[in-house]
């Protein structure tokens, strides 16, 4: 069965930095790039940064500076450093596969619950 447990969100203040941790079921290191998406209230959910086993990485120009994804093999994990925070990092934050899709039950995509970042003023 696909897990995906996402941990480490919380209460932050602005300019503060948070890890999130992800580990998903053994599957997951076969994928070939693991990544975090974020989904703020009202809007659409977006990616924040993928990693490749290989080493490759994905991240938007509008925060790549300020993110960083690893992968932990061994522990089936993916992990989201986050410095320097804002107000519009508050959002739901996920991990799944880059694209989405690999991960599937029943034919669906499967997500995990989630894990919640508040960045306070």
């Known amino acids: 069965q696909v897990q995906l447990v996402e941990s480490g969100g919380g209460l932050v203040q602005v300019g503060g930095s948070l890890r999130l941790s992800c580990v998903g079921s053994e599957e997951i290191k076969y994928i070939d790039t693991m990544a975090w998406y974020r989904q703020a209230p009202g809007k659409e959910r977006e990616l924040v940064g993928a990693k490749a086993n290989g080493g490759g990485t994905v991240y938007p120009n509008s925060i790549k500076h300020r993110v960083t994804v690893t992968r932990d093999n061994a522990k089936n994990a993916v992990y989201l450093q986050m410095d320097n925070l804002e107000v519009g990092d508050t959002g739901v934050y996920y991990c799944?596969?880059?694209?989405?899709?690999?991960?599937?039950?029943?034919?669906?995509?499967?997500w995990g619950q989630g894990t919640q970042v508040t960045v306070s003023s």
């Open positions: 799944n596969s880059y694209p989405p899709g690999r991960l599937t039950v029943d034919g669906r995509e499967f």
